[in-house]
């Protein structure tokens, strides 16, 4: 007979509907030998609080699933999911974390990888029952566990001969975003020209012959770099 596995959860989101889908499905596909104790929080400060806790008490969580887009802490330290990833990170650094988000711009998931290297990351677009299922089992195995949409992002990312830094990511994340290029070096706390040089460059980079922004951006997309 296996051994009892006591598996320590915090289950971070703002919607208690989807914890409660979380919940259910990690109960009803858990391994018979599997204990599963789960806390939740539906905002950064109970995040926090409970994170401090278990290492306080020294409990640590074994698994966090971090939704992305949370309402910031009172004392304004934490904006998001991601700002509690990196938290856990060094408070729990035994700790898997799976991220969910709605987010699928590849800025983004390219920084959350960067920033975070999250164990499980999972797109709420692509998710089923039976993908969360899997990504919880693989993670607590054999991590990490990308959706699809992250693969694919990596997928191309990867295969591309292209090498962007981060400052220019940024540059064709805002643009796609509608932001114009006079406002721009506010964004990124350079100048304008200094904004037009990389624009040029990337035009460069990725041929663009009619100089255009929306070419720019086209390619781009194709890419895997928005």
Do not use: W
């Not at 650094?93 to 969910?100: E, Q, S, V």
């Amino acid at each position: 007979m296996s051994k009892i596995e006591n598996i320590k959860i915090l289950m971070i989101d703002d919607h208690p509907i989807i914890i409660e889908g979380y919940q259910n499905t990690l109960q009803f596909t858990k391994r018979d030998y599997q204990q599963l104790n789960i806390d939740i929080a539906n905002n950064c400060d109970e995040a926090i609080e409970y994170m401090d806790a278990s290492v306080k008490l020294n409990e640590p969580y074994n698994l966090l699933f971090v939704d992305i887009s949370l309402p910031p802490s009172t004392d304004g330290r934490m904006n998001s999911g991601e700002d509690l990833a990196e938290y856990a990170r060094k408070v729990l650094p035994n700790a898997k974390i799976i991220i969910l988000t709605m987010f699928n711009e590849s800025f983004r998931i390219h920084n959350i990888i960067k920033n975070i290297d999250p164990e499980g990351f999972l797109i709420k677009s692509d998710l089923t029952s039976s993908e969360l299922a899997s990504a919880f089992q693989a993670v607590l195995n054999n991590p990490p566990f990308y959706s699809g949409t992250v693969n694919s992002f990596i997928r191309k990312s990867i295969t591309s001969d292209i090498v962007i830094d981060d400052k220019n990511r940024k540059i064709l994340y805002l643009l796609s975003q509608g932001v114009k290029t006079k406002n721009l070096a506010s964004h990124l706390d350079i100048s304008l020209s200094a904004v037009e040089k990389r624009k040029k460059q990337l035009k460069e980079l990725f041929d663009i012959e009619d100089g255009q922004d929306e070419s720019l951006l086209n390619i781009a997309r194709k890419k895997g770099f928005i």
